[in-house]
């Protein structure tokens, strides 16, 4: 793993729980940090950046303090290597932030069962309030180069808090569960499922355990929020975000080194003698609906009732962790356990022999380390899980190279221990067939899998983890492009300097000039217009835009540019008068006019546009809730309608515009293409019209997109400033030329 010297100062690791305990010693207390591999990350991330060598740096971690840590003594709140800040909130907005929203609602929805969510107003303020409490922590402790990391899901909308309060502070964020689909996501109501992408958006880096739960919440981000993306990139005004795949891991080297301990080697065998030499499988859980535990009872049964010939040779040793037992859901899960292993038994045991070992306790190291390496399956069966470490634990401890692995394919780990016999959880025949298809595997087979997937772990351990997230803010900070584009910009501006015939197709509103609430008020910025002029010298260069003829001579006026007029209704080539290039009735203006009026009447701040060959409603400075929604009914009234001529019902950005079918930018476009055999073809536009172009140029044509959404486009760039610095560049070659 390569090492480097990080530009920050000091990590701060802010989590729901702190990783630590306060216990007595002889004089007084101290503060005892737990053994946890997140831990061992974070003390591993410390060293990459020379936090380590310097003994006066410790590493700060904010999390939710119990009411036993609010008298403690401050200086028993540090040991040699962190500072814990506790978090201390009323016990109401607690139970309603961690026990409501975050486990009650989050955490079911997000697993894919949403009948287990429940959606309290109350809760999610609640959730507010204790982020709120987290900013006012780190606000007091944030200092110039400190790195901030965020973690998991009871924490989505602090980023963004930070983000506002300290403008200039470098955040990180990693979400430690599934990261659902848009469909799940979409049961939030708007205002929550807004302020928490936003809020997880407050982050420079971002960080799933697996590339499909990046592409669920870049959806959700486009749906939601409709932010431009540039490939692992979201592009906000002001910054951009990376959004990337950690697979979280474990510490290889130590449950390598600790199964082959004397103690652990003998408990294993301790175990076997217990269940006179059968043929183990083992699972261990906490008690979650998540977890699948019933799902595995059953195909374990299915497994039983299908091959008589394993009776009595074979035991299924099952622990399940208390977890949440005082709540009734989970008091229901555990009854339901208990009554099928009891029946499983009941059904298949005999006096001697019993197929399923079920407890419900935690285990000691030693003795999770014991069954790893004793058992010859480790059934690993999650109906969800954002990764599972238990299957990669279970590798790690198999030094012997024996064993086999059988994984749901709905956990995260699935898609890095592909050697593992993947099954599906809820397919209790397909359960039962790998049970029957690991016991008897031969050990080649079992030592081959093995091998391949001890190491994939040995190389993508915790340590890793954190280095590749620590890596991922470096290059962040030192890679800021000076452009937020997919274009292969050197050779685009290499082609355009190689050409002799060129045409730019440029649309004005978004493109040419930032969107703006008065659509009059709209203008390119004096250095747009100067890049414009310039590349007309050598160019031609196309303005085709929605907007009306007085507008555009207007606005463009001294600059030898060809303007197109009400998306291709109207042409004028420098120095010559405007050509009418459409030549459809206007009978059907008054009928479309009156279908628009009550929508202007409803919805204050909205208006019609009446163009010579258009009719425009506006409603960009509408503030109705559901005003996108009441602009789809319009446009679906006006498809529904019949009027003298085909005409084009077209839903821009915050319009609707209705023009007669026969002309377009795209018919325009087609039109002024075969007047010269160009070797340059750029078009660059951001709205739903702009899509006609891009269709009608050849496929080698650079056709660009700007801002979101989706498009034909080959190409994108992400802001309207991004539009001009692509100009000025082209300009810039030309001028090195002359």
């Known amino acids: 793993m390569q090492t480097f010297k990080s530009s ?53 971690w904010v999390g939710h303090g119990d009411t036993s840590l609010e008298q403690a003594d401050p200086a028993t709140l540090e040991n040699d290597t962190f500072v814990a800040h506790p978090v201390f909130m009323d016990e109401e907005v607690h139970n309603g932030f961690y026990y409501g929203f975050s486990n009650d609602l989050i955490w079911p929805l997000f697993h894919y069962f949403p009948s287990y969510a429940s959606f309290k107003e109350t809760d999610f303020q609640y959730y507010q309030q204790a982020n709120t409490r987290f900013l006012e922590e780190l606000t007091a402790l944030i200092e110039p180069g400190d790195l901030v990391w965020i973690h998991d899901f009871q924490l989505m909308m602090l980023p963004d808090m930070v983000r506002q309060a300290m403008p200039d502070a470098t955040i990180g ?29 407050g982050a420079d880096v971002i960080g799933f355990h697996t590339t499909d739960y990046v592409q669920h919440f870049l959806q959700s981000v486009s749906d939601v929020l409709d932010l431009p993306m540039i490939g692992s990139r979201i592009v906000l005004p002001d910054r951009s975000v990376v959004v990337k795949d950690f697979p979280i891991s474990i510490d ?40 699948g535990i019933i799902y595995r009872l059953r195909g374990f049964e299915w497994f039983l009732q299908h091959n008589p010939d394993w009776h009595d040779k074979v035991t299924f040793v099952m ?30 045991g005999t006096i001697g022999w019993r197929p399923i070992v079920y407890s419900y306790t935690s285990l000691t190291f030693t003795e999770l380390l014991a069954l790893y390496t004793a ?30 692995l059988i994984l749901s394919e709905l956990a995260g780990a699935a898609q890095e221990l592909r050697d593992a016999l993947i099954i599906n959880p809820t397919d209790t025949q397909e359960v039962a067939d790998a049970i029957r298809q690991g016991l008897e595997m031969p050990q080649s087979e079992q030592e081959r899998r093995m091998v391949n997937m001890r190491k994939h772990l040995q190389n993508h351990t915790v340590f890793r983890w954190s280095h590749n997230f620590l890596t991922a803010f470096n ?14 910009v050197q050779a685009f501006v290499r082609s355009f300097e190689e050409s002799r015939q060129r045409l730019l197709l440029l649309d004005f509103d978004g493109t040419l000039a930032p969107i703006v609430n008065n659509p009059a008020d709209a203008s390119p910025s004096e250095v747009m217009k100067n890049v414009l002029a310039y590349l007309a010298e050598s160019s031609e260069v196309v303005v085709i835009s929605g907007r009306n003829r007085a507008f555009l001579e207007k606005t463009f006026v001294g600059i030898r540019v060809h303007l197109v007029a009400e998306h291709g209704a109207f042409l004028k080539k420098p120095d010559q008068a405007w050509e009418l290039l459409d030549l459809s009735t206007d009978d059907w203006v008054g009928s479309v ?15 019609i546009e009446e163009k010579e060959t258009a009719l425009v409603w506006h409603y960009r400075m509408a503030e109705a809730e559901d005003i996108e929604g009441q602009a789809i009914e319009l446009a679906n009234q006006l498809r529904g309608a019949s009027f003298s001529i085909p005409l084009s019902i077209i839903q821009g950005n915050k319009v609707v515009e209705v023009r007669a079918a026969q002309h377009s930018k795209g018919t325009v476009a087609h039109t002024i293409l075969e007047q010269k055999s160009y070797d340059f073809i750029v078009s660059i536009g951001d709205d739903t019209t702009d899509e006609d172009m891009f269709r009608q140029l050849p496929n080698w044509a650079f056709t660009v997109k700007v801002g979101p959404g989706q498009s034909f486009a080959r190409y994108r760039l992400a802001r309207q400033h991004d539009v001009e610095v692509l100009l000025q560049q082209m300009s810039n070659v030309l001028v090195t030329n002359e």
Not at 266 to 275: A, K
């Open 375 to 404: 058992c010859d399956i480790a059934l690993i069966t999650p109906i969800r899980d954002g990764m599972n470490l238990v299957c990669k634990e279970f590798v790690a401890s198999r030094h012997d190279q024996k064993g086999v």
């Open 173 to 201: 964020y990693f979400f430690h569960i599934p990261f659902p689909t848009y469909e799940i996501v979409k049961l939030l109501p708007r205002t929550w499922r807004y302020l928490l992408l936003k809020g997880i958006l």
């Open 8 to 60: 920050f100062t000091r990590l701060l690791i802010v989590s729901y729980r702190l990783p630590f305990t306060i216990q007595q010693i002889d004089v007084g207390t101290e503060l005892r940090q737990n053994s946890g591999g997140l831990v061992s990350a974070v003390l591993s991330m410390a060293e990459q950046m020379g936090q380590r060598a310097c003994s006066t740096t410790k590493i700060h």
């Open 475 to 488: 290059d962040v900070l030192r890679e800021q492009p000076e452009l937020e584009t997919d274009l292969p």
């Open 593 to 607: 006019r009156s279908m628009m009026t009550p929508f202007v009447d409803r919805f204050a701040g909205s208006f």
């Open 252 to 291: 290889f080297h130590k449950f390598n080194e600790s199964s082959q301990e004397t103690d652990v080697v003998n408990t294993g065998e301790h175990y076997q003698q217990l269940l006179r030499h059968n043929k183990l499988i083992f699972s261990v859980d906490r008690l979650d609906y998540t977890k």
């Open 319 to 348: 622990t399940v962790v208390p977890s949440r037992d005082k709540i009734g859901q989970y008091q229901e899960l555990k009854r339901e356990i208990e009554e099928t292993v009891g029946r499983i038994n009941g059904r298949f």
